[in-house]
């Protein structure tokens, strides 16, 4: 017999973990308040219409101490469990404070608004070590909670392994650009990490565990992995070679907080505490949730799996979401609209925008019928250089041509290029195939502004390791060339396309 639905609270829902769980509490029949301090932030994610939008800040709009807060007063009227996702990590130096007193005030109104039960993401956090600043302040939110009144279910857990992670994506980044590399000691340290599908399996479940019941909870993966195999099994699934690494006794944790911060994405107010405390090991040191919350269907994802499934994703999140999202089935490791803005991965872009006094037909007709013969309309030496360098390499290079000269459908081949996406007089999409470190599209668009065409080129590149971030750059001070070219060429043939049209039609 299922259980009735509850009244649920999700604070941090444009978060990383809340922007995921909303949808699966709605799943399970729960009628669900998503909290955020901006409303318009959850304007156009899927389920924004099925939730109860609230605006609220925990420490309220003057970031107090919360006392007096008459908008979470309200975003915590007549719920019946509250999930804390709300942690600073990353917004300044001093984010322990800032969690400390958040934590009061919000165990402090969820007492007072007779909440049933608080559910709270933590870390995991290792007996008889000094911990660090980070897992220092995630033990101390948790006890904070429990100490509020409220019954208050603390589920702690070490790596999360999810496309948009910052643990994951930090893993990933120094694995994929540095096929050798000098490390910490701290890569010796045991980790039992998680996929972030079963991070949400345990949240879900814990809505309804027995009344009551408040305490910690170990939550982890099937394996215990050292952060020197994590990187070495990582690079594995993802096809790379073995890594060559050498811990070294001298690089403490504060200068591999500054060396990850340059080496990835993850911002340095968010790398380097997290870097800190990989000197901890965090390992389960209990199983009890297992007794109370059956494993997800087919058990808890391995590591291999975890990685494989966000890898999947990420290979073509970064440019299919815009258009072909929905028909991907939704897998837990997938980026969403509100994961931080280095979820998925580098994303170079080189957009170039043109207006062309021609009607799209006549535009349409050039981009349908480039490259083969047509060529690519600009620096044409370039291009056969290009093709021939992707020869020498086993690459398909430029002598595939085209099936057709003026028509092209999806899956063809067009020169080193494969036609990915045809939208009638809007959009011609190609995706490479040609020797890269790294995945290459171009899109040649249509757009109109007020009744004027506007022809929108766009090339993007998704970077394999090192190598493909050195390639980008390399070949980067010849796109205003190459691709300023094929702007201003490809809108000159379209308007004389236009011009020779309307003769004819007048000559009609």
């Known amino acids: 017999m299922s259980s009735p639905p509850l009244t649920v609270l999700v604070t941090g829902s444009t978060g990383y973990i809340g922007g995921r769980l909303v949808p699966r509490l709605l799943a399970e029949g729960h009628r669900v308040?998503?909290?955020?301090?901006?409303?318009?932030?959850?304007?156009?994610?899927?389920?924004?219409?099925?939730?109860?939008?609230?605006?609220?800040?925990?420490?309220?709009?003057?970031?107090?101490?919360?006392?007096?807060?008459?908008?979470?007063?309200?975003?915590?009227d007549g719920v019946d469990v509250a999930y804390y996702l709300v942690h600073s990590i990353g917004e300044g130096l001093e984010f322990e404070e800032t969690d400390r007193r958040a934590a009061r005030a919000f165990g402090a109104a969820a007492s007072k608004a007779g909440v049933a039960r608080i559910v709270y993401l933590g870390g995991l956090i290792p007996p008889h070590e000094e911990l660090s600043p980070h897992l220092a302040s995630r033990a101390e939110v948790g006890q904070l909670l429990l100490d509020s009144g409220v019954p208050t279910v603390v589920l702690q857990a070490a790596v999360i392994l999810g496309s948009g992670s910052a643990s994951f994506e930090m893993l990933r980044y120094l694995t994929e650009r540095l096929p050798a590399m000098i490390t910490p000691r701290w890569v010796h340290s045991r980790i039992q990490p998680i996929a972030v599908r079963d991070v949400l399996h345990y949240l879900v479940a814990s809505a309804t565990l027995p009344d009551g019941l408040s305490r910690r909870f170990d939550i982890g993966g099937p394996e215990i992995l050292t952060y020197l195999e994590m990187m070495q099994r990582y690079a594995a699934v993802a096809g790379l070679r073995k890594r060559l690494i050498v811990p070294v006794p001298f690089l403490t944790p504060r200068l591999s907080g500054h060396w990850v911060n340059i080496v990835t994405p993850v911002p340095a107010a968010l790398a380097k505490p997290l870097v800190r405390s990989l000197v901890n090991e965090v390992v389960c040191s209990e199983n009890d949730i297992q007794a109370l919350v059956p494993d997800p269907p087919g058990g808890l994802l391995g590591f291999e799996e975890a990685v494989r499934q966000a890898l999947a994703r990420i290979k073509q999140a970064a440019v299919e979401t815009r258009w072909s999202a929905a028909a991907w089935p939704g897998a837990p490791s997938d980026p969403l609209p509100t994961d931080p803005g280095w979820a998925g991965g580098s994303l170079y872009e080189d957009l170039r925008r043109a207006p062309v006094d021609a009607e799209p037909q006549d535009l349409w007709r050039v981009i349908e019928g480039i490259g083969g013969e047509h060529g690519w309309y600009s620096f044409p030496l370039a291009w056969a250089v290009r093709g021939q360098v992707d020869r020498l390499f086993g690459g398909v290079g430029l002598r595939r041509g085209r099936r057709d000269p003026d028509e092209l459908y999806v899956g063809e081949s067009l020169d080193f290029w494969r036609v990915e996406e045809i939208v009638d007089q809007k959009l011609l999409r190609l995706r490479a195939e040609m020797k890269l470190p790294g995945t290459a599209w171009l899109e040649l668009g249509i757009e109109e502004d007020d009744g004027r065409t506007v022809f929108v080129q766009r090339a993007l590149f998704h970077p394999r390791g090192l190598a493909g971030h050195a390639y980008w750059w390399g070949v980067a001070p010849f796109h205003g060339i190459v691709f300023g070219g094929m702007v201003a060429n490809i809108a000159g043939a379209a308007q004389r396309s236009g011009a020779g049209r309307q003769v004819a039609e007048r000559g009609a």
């Not at 800040?57 to 309200?74: F, I, K």
């Open 33 to 76: 308040r998503a909290m955020t301090r901006t409303a318009g932030r959850l304007r156009d994610v899927p389920w924004a219409g099925q939730v109860r939008v609230v605006e609220a800040d925990v420490l309220g709009a003057g970031r107090g101490s919360g006392e007096g807060n008459a908008q979470l007063a309200d975003a915590l």
